[in-house]
């Protein structure tokens, strides 16, 4: 059993984190809520069944049309829509939440309320101290041990993570040293927009979605990125594997009550949040952030 939860709660709390490291990198340089961080996901899980199960492609060509496909509509709902609002938050919230239940009704009329499941990435499976363990479950971990890795890389040893870390702390000096913000605001919204998809295609084997799928981690993503500290990335990531072992333990322990592990991981929040109000990564200053 210890092996079980342990391997769930890095499989759950990877697809977390990676959901959730896309809207604290979006909120700590844009400075904006976008709601419809987890719609994207739910449109990128669609988009890889429609393709290898309507289409016929094959799963690794699925995954990475996909994925860009995601990602330029990230870009575009970034530039002819929050972009013109971005220093007004309460605009940005009601575009944002519009748009995720615009996006819920396009999936509803084109594919209906029906539950889907995406197809296994790789067969078979190994057994460990006694616990069969999925190679989907293996590629999983490997995968989002890979991307974070790749995002630390890119904030803190490139130019344009240079950039990035740059005009979270101020986009007006930013500039001034010759730095775009403009894009690099941009090249932020694509990238978190990209980690969104990214979670969706690594989805656990058997985990079903539907058009409605993207309340749910949602509400699990925001208890995340204040947990961890807003803008944190690294809070964040810490975050995710925290709440993913609370509800873990839940569903383990008590099987029969399964549907309150989101109200437990969100108890889980509460508690650390009574002791440290900030997060657990909270900035003080400014060039704390990312």
């Known amino acids: ?136 479950h293996l590629l999983i971990l490997g995968a989002v041990a890979v991307v974070m890795v790749l995002m630390w890389l890119l904030l803190s040893k490139t130019k344009l993570g240079i950039a990035i870390r740059a005009t979270a702390q101020d986009g007006e000096i930013a500039n001034l040293m010759g730095m775009s913000s403009a894009r690099v605001l941009t090249i932020t919204m694509a990238i978190g927009t990209a980690l969104a998809a990214v979670a969706a295609v690594l989805l656990p084997r058997g985990y079903v979605f539907h058009p409605h799928i993207w309340m749910s981690p949602l509400t699990m993503v925001l208890a995340i990125v204040i947990l961890g500290g807003l803008g944190s990335i690294k809070g964040s990531v810490v975050g995710a594997f925290i709440l993913a072992l609370a509800e873990t333990i839940v569903v383990f322990r008590w099987p029969q009550h399964g549907y309150m592990s989101l109200a437990f991981a969100l108890l889980t929040m509460i508690i650390i949040l009574a002791v440290r109000p900030g997060g657990l990564f909270g900035t003080v200053f400014e060039e704390e952030r990312l």
Not at 9 to 19: I, N, Q
Not at 37 to 59: D, I, K, N
Not at 84 to 106: D, G, S
């Open 1 to 136: 059993m210890i092996v079980s939860i342990i391997i769930r709660t890095l499989t759950r709390g990877g697809v977390y984190a990676l959901l959730a490291s896309g809207m604290s990198l979006i909120f700590g340089v844009a400075h904006i809520v976008n709601l419809a961080h987890t719609a994207f996901f739910m449109v990128a899980a669609y988009g890889v069944w429609f393709l290898v199960r309507q289409q016929g492609w094959g799963v690794i060509q699925s995954i990475i049309v996909t994925v860009l496909a995601v990602t330029l509509l990230g870009v575009l709902v970034y530039r002819f829509l929050i972009n013109r609002v971005r220093h007004h938050p309460q605009a940005v919230l009601l575009i944002t939440i519009a748009l995720a239940m615009l996006l819920q009704e396009v999936m509803l009329l084109r594919f209906g309320s029906h539950f889907q499941t995406l197809p296994v990435l790789i067969e078979g499976s190994h057994r460990i101290w006694g616990t069969v363990i999925t190679n989907q």
